[in-house]
């Protein structure tokens, strides 16, 4: 089994990166919005193909602000140290089980550098990406509140700079 990683800069994505990071950003279910304009947000975006077919994404975007707030992780004299936010990770169920999601991590965390990143995720129901991140150096911080678009609950993780 082929698996290929491409990690795009902001500068360099296009129309095709923009189609499969939407296509499989559909697929996950727990995005909202225009889709197709999602991987625009991104500083870095991740593609994983596995026998050249596209099956697991991943991107380094734009913060979650409102994650930081009273409703949420009640981190507010936090916020102003973050600027960007790991996420958008997605690998197509089929292909799961193949270190996709923690290659994907590896990858954009050696690119971005070890400035301050946050990751917000889902606690219970995917401890598998609790357990990247923090093998990752995050560690959840706040409190935990229910996701408007799933109802499960989400925790904030920071990586503070060395």
Not at 36 to 45: E, G, N, P, S, Y
Not at 49 to 55: E, I
Not at 62 to 81: G, H, I, M, R
Not at 144 to 160: E, P, Q, T
Request: aromatic share 8%.
């Amino acid at each position: 089994m082929k698996i290929e990683l491409e990690i795009v800069k902001k500068i360099d994505i296009n129309d095709e990166h923009r189609r499969v990071f939407a296509e499989i950003l559909g697929k996950q279910g727990k995005v909202q919005g225009n889709l197709a304009t999602k991987a625009d947000r991104c500083h870095l975006i991740a593609i994983a193909k596995m026998n050249n077919k596209p099956v697991a994404i991943g991107a380094i975007k734009q913060k979650t602000v409102s994650d930081f707030s009273p409703a949420k992780a009640d981190l507010e004299e936090f916020n102003s140290q973050f600027s960007w936010e790991i996420g958008y990770l997605y690998t197509d169920p089929d292909y799961r089980g193949n270190g996709l999601a923690k290659r994907i991590v590896v990858s954009l965390l050696d690119i971005y550098g070890d400035d301050n990143l946050m990751a917000s995720t889902e606690l219970e129901e995917n401890p598998q990406m609790v357990s990247i991140l923090e093998q990752n150096g995050f560690s959840v911080h706040g409190k935990s509140w229910a996701s408007v678009i799933h109802g499960n609950k989400l925790g904030l993780f920071l990586k503070f700079k060395k």
